[in-house]
C-alpha cells in the first residue's frame, strides 16, 4: 500500500523512454501533465535528448537530482525489467509500465516473469504493463498518453475507476469530465503482472474521499479476494458498480486474447458479484450514468412494511409505466397515509389521482402553491423512502424554475429525489445546478425506476453477512471409494439409501439380503463418473434380474472383478443439484438449483462463494425457479429447505477442507423431502480429482 500511496500521492514524476514527438504516443505524457496543471516535478529520461517540452532531459534514473514518487516506462518490453531494476537502486516506490508486449503476445511471457520477480525482490509496486496510465485528479496527476487527460480543467468527484481496459477506463474518465461529475482516481490495470485490480479496490476502500468504485473486469485471477473487498465496501456505505465483459464463448476467447487471461462464464460473475453487494449494469452507458447517480444520491431510509417510492407525477399517463418498471427493478412503490390521501383529495381537483403513483394532472402548474404543496405533502409522508418528480411536456422549464424547491424537499425529507422527464434530457450545465442541490435527472419512467434499483440493491447488500474465513474450514482428505463417499455425505447431514457392494464371485441375492426392491444397479464411482451416459446405470430393477444386470454392468465396465454397487431406490421428493468446483477465478464455490434431469433443460443454477452460510444458500435459492418447487408446486408438499441449507452449507465446508486436491463434488441428484421430515437424500456423488 505505500507503493499506492506514492502512486497517488504523487509530487514528482520521472518518465522513462519520453519522445521528443508530443504526437506520438510516448511523447504525449509530458504534454498531459503540463496541461492538465501538474504542479510538481516532471524529469524527462531519454539519453538522445538534452531538452524534452521545455524540460530539461535526463540520460537515465540515476542520474536524477532527487528520488521521483513515480516512474513511468515507455520501453521495449525487453528492456522493461532493467528499467525497473534501476527505480528500485534510485528508491522509486511505484513504477507505471507502458509498455506492451508482455502476457499478450507468446515471446511476452519470460519478461513478464522476470518483470514480476524484480518487482518482487525490490518491493516496488508495478502498474501494468500494456496499460493506460493512472490518473489522480486530486494531484493534477495524470500518467498516461491517452486522448481522455488532454484537458486543462479537472474535475474532482468521490468516483474511482478501475478497469482491465485501458480505452474502458478512457472512456468513463472522459465522460465524467466532460460532464463535470468528475472522478477522482483512474486505473488502467493492465495485464496485472504485479498488481491486480484487487490490490487498487483495497487501497480505495480506505479512502474517505471515495464513494463510488467503477469496475470493469474481463477476468480475474484473485476473485475471491476482490469479493470480501467488495463486501468490506458495502460495508463502509461504499457502492461498487461492476460491468463483466466476456460473458458469451466469442467474448471469452476475446477477453483472453486481449489481457492473457482466461475467464469464467458469466453466471459465475453474476451470481458472486451480487452475493458480494456489487451493483452489476450491462453496459459502459450504465457504468457511467451509476457514476453519477450513486455519487450524488444517499441511501434510501428503511421506513415499514409500507414504505417505498412515491411518485409525484403530473402527467396520469406515466403511471402504469413507472410501476411495471419499478417492479421490474425490485424497487416498491410506498402506501401514502390515509393523511397524505386525504390532504391530496382536498388539495386536488376530482379527476386526478391521489393513490401512489400519483396523478397530479396540469392544475398543479395552473393554481399558485399547488405544485409546492403537494409534491411536500407526498414526500413529507411517512411512508416515502425515494421520490420520483415526474413532469410534463414542458418538463425542463418547470423543473429549472423548481430548483430551490427541488433542493429544500430533498434536504428536509433525507430520501434520494430523481427528476423524470418524458424523453428530455437537460444540458449539461443544469443538470450540475441540480446535482450540486441533491438531486439526479432521469429522461424517462424507466430510466429513473433502473436509478433507484442501483439505490435499492446498494441498501440490500449492506444487510448481508460477511463471507466465512476459509481458514477455519480446517482440512480434509478426498473420497477415495464409495463408503468414504457415503461418510463424507453423511457427515454434512444427508441420509444415503440402503446400499450393498456385490463383490466379484459373490452371489448377488445373497450379498443383497435386506434390500427393498426395486433396486438401483450401478458401477461404482471409483470406476466410472459418468455412469448414465458411459450405460452403467439400471434402475427399478426387481430380484429376479438382479445377478444378470450385475454382471451386465461388469461386462460393460470391461471389469470381470469390479465390485457393483446395488442401492435400495429412494422414495422422491424435489431434485436438487449441488456441486462444489475449483474455480479458476473465484477458487471454491458452490452451484445450486434444479436437479435431475431438469438441470440441463432450465438451466436453472446459482452460484455461491464457499465457504458459505445456510442464509448465503438461501439468498441464492430466492432467485431460482427451484424456490417454488421447495414451496410446494400443484399441490405438492412444501420440502424441508431448512435442511438442503444446512446440508448445502456442510457439504461446502467440506469440499474447502479438501483444497486444490479435488476439483469438483457433485451430486446430483439430491432430493430434498417434505418439510418437517430433516431430510436430504443422496443416492450418488461424483468426486474429481
Known amino acids: 500500500m505505500q507503493g499506492l500511496d506514492a502512486l497517488f500521492g504523487a509530487r514528482s514524476v520521472a518518465l522513462i523512454g519520453i519522445s521528443a514527438d508530443a504526437r506520438k504516443m510516448t511523447g504525449a505524457p509530458v504534454t498531459i501533465l503540463k496541461q492538465t496543471g501538474f504542479p510538481g516535478a516532471i524529469y524527462p529520461i531519454n539519453p538522445k535528448y538534452k531538452e524534452i517540452g521545455g524540460l530539461a532531459c535526463w540520460p537515465d534514473v540515476e542520474s536524477l537530482p532527487e528520488t521521483p514518487d513515480v516512474a513511468m516506462v515507455m520501453l521495449a518490453a525487453a528492456r522493461v525489467p532493467d528499467a525497473v531494476r534501476a527505480c528500485a537502486r534510485k528508491g522509486v516506490r511505484a513504477v507505471v509500465v507502458l509498455s506492451s508486449g508482455f502476457e499478450e503476445t507468446e515471446e511476452g511471457h519470460a519478461h513478464a516473469r522476470e518483470l514480476a520477480e524484480v518487482a518482487r525482490e525490490a518491493g516496488i509496486a508495478v502498474v501494468g504493463p500494456n496499460c493506460e496510465g493512472v490518473w489522480s485528479v486530486p494531484q493534477r ?115 483472453a486474447s486481449h489481457t492473457g487471461k482466461m475467464a469464467s462464464p458469466y453466471a459465475v460473475y453474476r451470481d458472486l458479484l451480487h452475493e458480494a453487494g456489487a451493483i452489476r449494469v450491462e453496459s459502459l452507458t450504465e457504468l457511467i450514468e451509476a457514476a453519477e447517480v450513486l455519487s450524488v444520491l444517499g441511501a434510501p431510509p428503511v421506513r415499514g412494511a409500507d414504505g417505498g417510492v412515491s411518485v409525484f407525477s403530473i402527467p396520469g399517463g406515466t403511471r402504469a409505466m413507472t410501476a411495471d418498471a ?144 476459509r481458514a477455519d474450514a480446517g482440512s480434509s482428505s478426498v473420497p477415495a471409494t464409495w463408503r468414504e463417499t457415503v461418510s463424507l455425505l453423511e457427515d454434512c447431514g444427508m441420509k444415503v439409501p440402503a446400499w450393498r457392494v456385490v463383490a466379484a464371485g459373490e452371489d448377488a441375492a445373497t450379498a443383497c439380503e435386506g434390500l427393498a426392491f426395486p433396486v438401483a444397479v450401478k458401477a461404482l464411482p471409483e470406476h466410472a463418473d459418468h455412469k448414465t451416459e458411459l450405460d452403467l446405470v439400471r434402475l427399478n430393477v426387481g430380484e429376479s434380474r438382479l445377478a444378470a444386470e450385475v454382471e451386465g454392468i461388469r461386462k460393460r465396465l470391461g471389469q470381470a472383478d469390479a465390485g457393483v454397487l446395488v442401492q435400495s431406490m429412494d422414495a422422491g421428493g424435489v431434485e436438487v443439484l449441488l456441486s462444489a468446483l475449483n474455480n479458476p477465478d473465484f477458487g471454491a464455490i458452490l452451484a445450486i438449483g434444479m436437479g435431475g434431469t431438469a438441470t440441463e433443460l432450465h438451466a436453472d443454477v446459482a452460484y455461491v462463494a464457499l465457504p458459505t452460510t445456510p442464509a448465503r444458500v438461501r439468498n441464492a435459492i430466492e432467485r431460482l425457479k427451484l424456490r417454488t418447487l421447495l414451496d410446494g408446486f400443484r399441490g405438492r408438499p412444501p420440502a424441508d429447505t431448512e435442511a438442503l441449507l444446512k446440508a448445502a452449507a456442510a457439504f461446502g465446508d467440506r469440499f474447502v477442507a479438501m483444497g486444490d486436491a479435488v476439483r469438483e463434488l457433485e451430486i446430483n441428484p439430491l432430493f430434498v423431502h417434505a418439510r418437517g421430515t430433516g431430510e436430504v437424500v443422496a443416492v450418488d456423488a461424483l468426486v474429481k480429482t
Not at 487527460?149 to 485501458?166: K, N, T, W, Y
Not at 468490506?232 to 477477453?255: C, F, I, P, Q, Y
Not at 421490474?328 to 391530496?344: D, I, K, N, Q, Y
Open 141 to 255: 496527476a495524470c500518467l498516461t498518453f491517452g486522448s481522455a487527460a488532454r484537458r486543462e480543467v479537472l474535475h474532482d468527484a468521490p468516483i474511482a475507476i478501475l478497469s482491465q481496459s485501458g480505452a474502458m477506463a478512457g472512456a468513463l474518465a472522459r465522460h465524467l469530465q466532460d460532464s463535470a461529475v468528475g472522478c477522482a482516481y483512474v486505473v488502467s490495470v493492465g495485464n496485472e503482472t504485479v498488481l491486480t485490480i484487487a490490490d487498487y479496490l483495497e487501497w480505495m476502500v480506505e479512502r474517505t474521499e471515495v464513494r463510488v468504485v467503477l469496475l470493469f473486469i474481463e477476468g480475474l485471477r484473485d476473485g475471491q479476494r476482490l469479493l470480501r473487498l467488495v463486501e468490506r465496501a458495502t460495508a463502509k456505505d461504499m457502492r461498487v458498480v461492476a460491468l463483466k465483459s466476456g460473458n458469451s464463448v466469442k467474448g471469452l476467447e476475446a477477453a
Open 326 to 469: 419499478l417492479e421490474a427493478h425490485g424497487v416498491p412503490l410506498a402506501t401514502f397515509s390515509r393523511e397524505t390521501v386525504a390532504a391530496l383529495v382536498e388539495a386536488l381537483p376530482e379527476f386526478g389521482g391521489t393513490e401512489n403513483p400519483t396523478d397530479l394532472t396540469g392544475q398543479v402548474l395552473s393554481h399558485p402553491g399547488l405544485f409546492d404543496k403537494c409534491l411536500n405533502l407526498i414526500a413529507d409522508d411517512p411512508n416515502t423512502e425515494a421520490l420520483i418528480v415526474q413532469v410534463a411536456n414542458r418538463g425542463p422549464r418547470d423543473v429549472m424554475e423548481r430548483v430551490e424547491l427541488l433542493r429544500d424537499v430533498a434536504k428536509r425529507s433525507g430520501v434520494p429525489l430523481v427528476v423524470s422527464f418524458l424523453g428530455d434530457s437537460l444540458p449539461a450545465a443544469q443538470r450540475t445546478e441540480l446535482r450540486k442541490t441533491g438531486v439526479s435527472c432521469a429522461r424517462d419512467p424507466v430510466e429513473a425506476s433502473r436509478f433507484l434499483g442501483w439505490l435499492w440493491r446498494a441498501r440490500a447488500a449492506a444487510s448481508h453477512d460477511a463471507l466465512p474465513d
